[in-house]
């Protein structure tokens, strides 16, 4: 197995970061650990993040699922979308697991 590393803001992230896994994934091979490591409460440039860091880290988290369980494009975006609301309004119910669930259930439709 494959690994590859990743330095990244992900504030917030995007279609694009999606778009950036996947491929990695699809040139080093579909079983690649990708491994993130990501700037804290302050982003690179010095400037205070959109959230903190461990949605920031869930979101990305997610982002990977949605694309490894076949979410491609605009699809990626809109579940990252409902899933950044879920966050925002229910932080008491973030962990990894239920944010994996809410991922599944976007391939499943409303």
């Known amino acids: 197995m494959a690994t590859a590393g990743i330095v990244a803001e992900y504030n917030p992230f995007h ?3 999606a778009w950036h896994i996947a491929r ?3 040139t080093l091979g579909a079983d690649t650990a990708v491994i993130c490591v990501m700037s ?5 440039r010095g400037e205070c993040a959109l959230t903190d860091k461990w949605s920031r880290a ?3 988290l997610s982002g990977g699922e949605l694309a490894a369980l076949g979410l491609e494009g605009p699809a990626i975006g ?3 979308r409902r899933l950044a609301a879920h966050i925002l309004s229910h932080p008491e119910d973030n962990t990894p697991a239920r944010l994996l669930a809410l991922a599944r259930a976007e391939l499943s439709g409303p």
């Not at 804290?40 to 690179?44: K, L, T, Y």
């Open 58 to 60: 869930a979101l990305a």
């Open 24 to 26: 990695t994934r699809r």
């Open 40 to 44: 804290g409460h302050w982003v690179q």
């Open 78 to 80: 809109a579940a990252q």
């Open 15 to 17: 279609r694009g970061h």
